[in-house]
């Protein structure tokens, strides 16, 4: 009841000590039975008749484990999504594999079986809508001058998706593997992120919208809930502390993470002293722990966009976000767990710079550049990115990723999906080994030669979760889908499952559905089975996605090919992609002064809004970064 009343407080912008505020008195917070309601109400009983007919008349079953996937209608001259489906990927097959010169006749045939069994298993686990909605908006954007980027996430190891255009990044040639990102032994919805160039995310959104119909698509709410230094505040001022001692208290909680009052209380033994030393101070805290983590507000998720087979209100309850479109009032999880198809639709604003630069080009030097077809190999570009002059490179412009850079000097693309992968939390202790095997391969040795071609495109590291994936497969003859379960467990260190699979792994295993030689049966003894295991298991929980590194590189050496080739009209793009942002205009002006390119001030006579390369290796000011101008004005003008 207390906390009802504190919570009452913040709620309502008011203090517990405030006589004329809202209250809730009686304790009895409860749905009262009909026998209860009719003893109070002796006086209404048509009321309560009337209650219990409506209440007779709602019947609501929220179904789970079906998916409620929209229907996609065909064009005209194909009988169903499935024949559509399949002639859209026969087609981009031939352009991609067929008709390239990279692979011959027996590699074509072999990737087209691996093509058709793609096909099968989205067949039987029901997701082929899925795949034409997604490729149908990827489609559309493409086709109105709306940048896509290559691929996100696990989608980009299926030659399904990259056949039909859903990804650009060859699935084969980097090794990419299906099952991470459809498992056909774990039946869950695909999961196909997109990123669009940033200003044109909301008209990809309308296309689907216009679509599907304005009642079938909403975005998502999210909630967002009372961390721990904000919820002692909130409670000290509802409590009408002053503010100068609620703000100290709040202060003493660590700048962490997720962290809770609890964690504080653990770790600073200065807060841990105020609690257990002032009654004051512990009601408030007590209070605080309380309430901490309710919700206490709503925003619109950056991202989600759901699409629904009927009418969005006969599947969740609604609410509107501030501009007045429609908001899915359930939660991201609670929206799976319906089967509902959520997708996300990102603004990045890198394809911009991308989309930018090519127009640049083009005006200053009438050069056209298809940036989805340039030399992954030019070793200009790779020279270029060894000397860690990345400042503006999507992934690779840190401080500490240039020096990496420098120590690496990148061959290929390979050694930027690493770099990528590599430098993070965790796996960024793997780093100097990564350096030091690249560039004195005779260091690098392999527990079992059986992992010499797995573990040789990263320098003899285990990097991505694909590498545990494939050693489970072809060191101890797990399918892919098995494979991947492990994987999963382990990255959630599920403890039990984790050692039933080292059995399995080092011995093998029967069990119906589960069947597999094991390590042993496969010529490795026990205790390197084990030493191999175990490696694994400490690396799973930060191994990284290869399929979304090797999309994130190709963007990176795609920026890093303008750079090098074109480095005017991609700073000129660079520039105008943050000239809200004086700071970043500074450090990018300063970036053009290091290369040699003059950055000419603003003329109204000759600027645009934004930052333009004249084709002399100059730079012209963009008017829309003049301070107290801005967009409005010029666009006026």
Same mark, same amino acid.
């Given at each position: 009841?207390?906390?009802?009343?504190?919570?009452?407080?913040?709620?309502?912008?008011?203090?517990?000590?405030?006589?004329?505020?809202?209250?809730?008195?009686?304790?009895?917070?409860?749905?009262?039975?009909?026998?209860?309601?009719?003893?109070?109400?002796?006086?209404?009983?048509?009321?309560?008749?009337?209650?219990?007919?409506?209440?007779?008349?709602?019947?609501?079953?929220?179904?789970?484990?079906?998916?409620?996937?929209?229907?996609?209608?065909?064009?005209?001259?194909?009988?169903?999504?499935?024949?559509?489906?399949?002639?859209?990927?026969?087609?981009?097959?031939?352009? #991609?594999?067929?008709?390239?010169?990279?692979?011959?006749?027996?590699?074509?045939?072999?990737?087209?079986?691996?093509?058709?069994?793609?096909?099968?298993?989205?067949?039987?686990?029901?997701?082929?809508?899925?795949?034409?909605?997604?490729?149908?908006?990827?489609?559309?954007?493409?086709?109105?001058?709306?940048?896509?980027?290559?691929?996100?996430?696990?989608?980009?190891?299926?030659?399904?998706?990259?056949? %039909?255009?859903?990804?650009?990044?060859?699935?084969?040639?980097?090794?990419?593997?299906?099952? *991470?990102?459809?498992?056909?032994?774990?039946?869950?919805?695909?999961?196909?992120?997109?990123?669009?160039?940033?200003?044109?995310?909301?008209?990809?959104?309308?296309?689907?919208?216009?679509?599907?119909?304005?009642?079938?698509?909403?975005?998502?709410?999210?909630?967002?809930?009372?961390?721990?230094?904000?919820?002692?505040?909130?409670?000290?001022?509802?409590?009408?502390?002053?503010?100068?001692?609620?703000?100290?208290?709040?202060?003493?909680?660590?700048?962490?993470?997720?962290?809770?009052?609890?964690?504080?209380?653990?770790?600073?033994?200065?807060?841990?002293?105020?609690?257990?030393?002032?009654? *004051?101070?512990?009601?408030?805290?007590?209070?605080?722990?309380?309430?901490?983590?309710?919700?206490?507000?709503?925003?619109?998720?950056?991202?989600?966009?759901?699409?629904?087979?009927?009418?969005?209100?006969?599947?969740?309850?609604?609410?509107?976000?501030?501009?007045? %479109?429609? %908001?899915?009032?359930?939660?991201?999880?609670?929206?799976?767990?319906?089967?509902?198809?959520?997708?996300?639709?990102?603004?990045?604003?890198?394809?911009?710079?991308?989309?930018?630069?090519?127009?640049?080009?083009?005006?200053?030097?009438?050069?056209?550049?298809?940036?989805?077809?340039?030399?992954?190999?030019?070793?200009?570009?790779?020279?270029?990115?060894? %000397? =860690?002059?990345?400042?503006?490179?999507?992934?690779?412009?840190?401080?500490?990723?240039?020096?990496?850079?420098?120590?690496?000097?990148?061959?290929?693309?390979?050694?930027?999906?690493?770099?990528?992968?590599?430098?993070?939390?965790?796996?960024?202790?793997?780093?100097?080994?990564?350096?030091?095997?690249?560039?004195?391969?005779?260091?690098?040795?392999?527990?079992?030669?059986?992992?010499?071609?797995?573990?040789?495109?990263?320098?003899?590291?285990?990097?991505?979760?694909?590498?545990?994936?494939?050693?489970?497969?072809?060191?101890? =003859?797990?399918?892919? =889908?098995?494979?991947?379960?492990? *994987?999963?467990?382990?990255?959630?260190?599920?403890?039990?499952?984790?050692?039933?699979?080292?059995?399995?792994?080092?011995?093998?295993?029967?069990?119906?559905?589960?069947?597999?030689?094991?390590?042993?049966?496969?010529?490795?003894?026990? #205790?390197?089975?084990?030493?191999?295991?175990?490696?694994?298991?400490?690396?799973?929980?930060?191994?990284?996605?290869?399929?979304?590194?090797?999309?994130?590189?190709?963007?990176?050496?795609?920026?890093?090919?303008?750079?090098?080739?074109?480095?005017?009209?991609?700073?000129?793009?660079?520039?105008?992609?943050?000239?809200?942002?004086?700071?970043?205009?500074?450090?990018?002006?300063?970036?053009?002064?290091?290369?040699?390119?003059?950055?000419?001030?603003?003329?109204?006579?000759?600027?645009?809004?934004?930052?333009?390369?004249?084709?002399?290796?100059?730079?012209?000011? =963009?008017?829309?970064?003049?301070?107290?101008?801005?967009?409005?004005?010029?666009?006026?003008?």
């Amino acid at each position: 009841m207390e906390a009802h009343d504190v919570l009452l407080c913040i709620q309502t912008g008011k203090k517990i000590t405030d006589e004329d505020r809202m209250r809730y008195e009686g304790g009895q917070f409860f749905v009262k039975s009909e026998e209860q309601m009719r003893s109070l109400f002796p006086y209404a009983k048509e009321a309560a008749d009337n209650t219990q007919k409506i209440a007779d008349r709602c019947h609501v079953t929220l179904k789970f484990g079906n998916y409620q996937i929209p229907k996609y209608a065909p064009p005209e001259g194909y009988d169903s999504a499935w024949t559509f489906l399949d002639a859209l990927c026969e087609k981009g097959f031939k352009e #991609k594999y067929t008709d390239n010169p990279a692979y011959d006749e027996t590699q074509c045939a072999k990737i087209h079986d691996d093509m058709e069994y793609e096909l099968g298993i989205i067949q039987k686990m029901g997701f082929v809508e899925y795949i034409l909605i997604v490729w149908d908006y990827i489609n559309w954007a493409k086709t109105h001058d709306c940048w896509v980027g290559p691929g996100r996430g696990s989608g980009a190891g299926s030659r399904v998706c990259y056949c %039909t255009g859903i990804t650009n990044i060859d699935p084969v040639k980097y090794n990419l593997l299906f099952e *991470r990102f459809l498992n056909p032994e774990r039946v869950s919805m695909p999961d196909i992120d997109v990123d669009f160039e940033y200003a044109e995310r909301s008209r990809v959104i309308e296309y689907v919208t216009e679509k599907y119909g304005k009642d079938s698509v909403t975005q998502i709410t999210t909630f967002g809930t009372m961390a721990a230094r904000g919820v002692i505040k909130a409670v000290g001022k509802a409590l009408d502390f002053p503010y100068a001692e609620m703000d100290r208290v709040a202060k003493m909680v660590p700048m962490e993470l997720n962290i809770t009052i609890d964690r504080a209380l653990q770790v600073n033994p200065e807060f841990r002293s105020l609690y257990d030393g002032d009654a *004051r101070m512990h009601e408030l805290i007590d209070m605080a722990k309380r309430l901490e983590g309710l919700p206490n507000h709503t925003s619109v998720h950056a991202a989600g966009v759901v699409i629904y087979p009927g009418e969005a209100s006969n599947y969740v309850p609604l609410g509107r976000a501030s501009d007045g %479109t429609p %908001t899915a009032e359930y939660n991201m999880v609670q929206l799976e767990e319906l089967g509902l198809l959520k997708m996300d639709f990102l603004g990045l604003r890198t394809l911009t710079v991308l989309k930018d630069a090519v127009k640049n080009v083009k005006a200053s030097q009438d050069i056209d550049i298809d940036i989805d077809h340039i030399d992954l190999n030019d070793k200009k570009v790779l020279d270029f990115i060894g %000397t =860690g002059r990345t400042e503006g490179v999507f992934q690779l412009e840190s401080s500490g990723m240039k020096q990496v850079l420098v120590g690496l000097q990148p061959q290929n693309l390979e050694d930027i999906i690493a770099l990528i992968s590599l430098y993070r939390p965790g796996p960024m202790d793997s780093i100097p080994t990564y350096l030091r095997n690249r560039h004195e391969p005779d260091k690098i040795s392999y527990k079992t030669p059986q992992l010499a071609h797995i573990l040789d495109v990263t320098n003899g590291c285990i990097v991505y979760q694909e590498q545990v994936m494939q050693i489970f497969r072809e060191l101890a =003859g797990f399918s892919f =889908g098995q494979a991947d379960n492990v *994987r999963r467990a382990m990255s959630k260190k599920k403890h039990a499952v984790m050692e039933a699979e080292r059995e399995h792994f080092v011995y093998g295993c029967t069990d119906p559905g589960n069947e597999c030689p094991g390590c042993v049966a496969n010529g490795i003894s026990e #205790k390197v089975a084990n030493e191999i295991y175990d490696e694994m298991s400490s690396f799973a929980s930060y191994a990284f996605n290869k399929s979304h590194a090797a999309c994130y590189a190709y963007v990176a050496f795609q920026t890093a090919y303008l750079k090098c080739h074109y480095p005017s009209e991609f700073m000129a793009a660079l520039l105008t992609s943050v000239l809200d942002n004086t700071d970043k205009v500074i450090e990018y002006s300063g970036e053009c002064a290091r290369l040699g390119i003059k950055v000419l001030p603003p003329d109204v006579n000759v600027s645009n809004g934004g930052f333009t390369a004249d084709g002399s290796g100059q730079i012209r000011f =963009g008017l829309n970064a003049v301070k107290n101008v801005g967009r409005n004005l010029i666009e006026d003008c």
